[in-house]
């Protein structure tokens, strides 16, 4: 585990439209610091994988804010429902709270798994986001999943979810059981002691499941213009796709590097090293370099 460099001071917020609580980390050496909003995995909360990379990043000189979306941990909003607007303008409002501080030196964007997708679509809409970065990213294309699985059978599913829209079904379940998250690798994260936090729930409603299935992060990568790009993936990734991680990257017309870990796990990237630590160290070097001059570079 990397050595904490920097005590943070730490503050409990609450801001924006709907009442967001959040944790602010401020590093104990001198400000002005570069600022980074993060934004974590579906259902996540403030004090699992976000507010781990948090930590990290303040210990490495960043401001950080990382925060319970609408709908999840402290934060107010319907409960257990994935609101994908909703939470593009939770960015906006973490935003705003760095960017209305005089001590920040630029902001910077980045999320993990599912968040990696809104930190796209973020960056993508609000010019004061001076850089985004993806940690095992979340990418998703309504129009890779109907290639994938057919119109019809798309189609179908939204059906489904839209029937029982404001129904709760387990986040994860063992054994199989039916869940948002299903699958062994899952559970073994937010159903054990591993992402233990007072106010993670294992649920979400089944509407949840559509506004993943019609949320469009890819595309966003197209309307980045000059703001650089990080993306960090596992090679090996069953939950997030490392051909969207490559399909993102592609797409992205400004400074832009990517970097390929060798995971085993999706979750990986949550929590086991060295991975957390290739990821965090790599995220850093990249937010110091642009922000200090932007560069025209890409990398493999």
């Not at 409990?12 to 995995?41: D, N, Y």
């Not at 809104?118 to 010019?127: E, G, K, L, W």
């Not at 939204?158 to 559970?187: H, I, N, Q, S, T």
């Amino acid at each position: 585990m990397t050595e904490l460099k920097d005590r943070a001071d730490t503050e409990r917020i609450v801001f924006g439209t709907v009442g967001l609580t959040g944790l602010l980390r401020l590093p104990s050496s001198p400000g002005p610091w570069p600022g980074v909003v993060l934004t974590g995995p579906f259902t996540g909360v403030k004090e699992q994988v976000a507010g781990a990379y948090a930590e990290r990043l303040t210990a490495e000189g960043f401001a950080t804010l990382a925060f319970d979306h609408r709908g999840f941990g402290e934060s107010g909003g319907r409960r257990g429902h994935e609101d994908t607007q909703g939470k593009l303008e939770d960015l906006r409002d973490a935003v705003s709270v760095l960017a209305g501080r005089s001590d920040m030196a630029g902001i910077s964007v980045v999320g993990i798994c599912l968040g990696g997708g809104y930190a796209v679509r973020a960056a993508a809409s609000d010019p004061r986001v001076k850089a985004v970065a993806g940690i095992a990213g979340a990418y998703n294309s309504p129009a890779h999943l109907i290639e994938s699985m057919g119109v019809t059978n798309y189609r179908a599913a939204l059906a489904g979810f839209l029937d029982d829209y404001d129904e709760f079904l387990p986040a994860v379940a063992p054994d199989g059981g039916e869940a948002a998250m299903g699958g062994d690798e899952p559970y073994a994260y937010y159903g054990t002691s591993r992402s233990a936090s007072l106010h993670w729930e294992n649920r979400v409603t089944r509407g949840s499941l559509h506004s993943l299935m019609t949320f469009d992060a890819l595309s966003a990568a197209d309307l980045l213009g000059d703001t650089p790009l990080l993306v960090v993936h596992g090679r090996t990734d069953a939950y997030c796709s490392p051909d969207l991680a490559r399909a993102l990257y592609d797409r992205s017309p400004g400074p832009k590097e990517i970097r390929w870990l060798d995971t085993e796990e999706h979750i990986d990237l949550y929590d086991v090293e060295p991975h957390v630590t290739a990821a965090t160290e790599a995220t850093a070097a990249f937010l110091r370099s642009v922000l200090a001059s932007p560069p025209d570079r890409e990398g493999a």
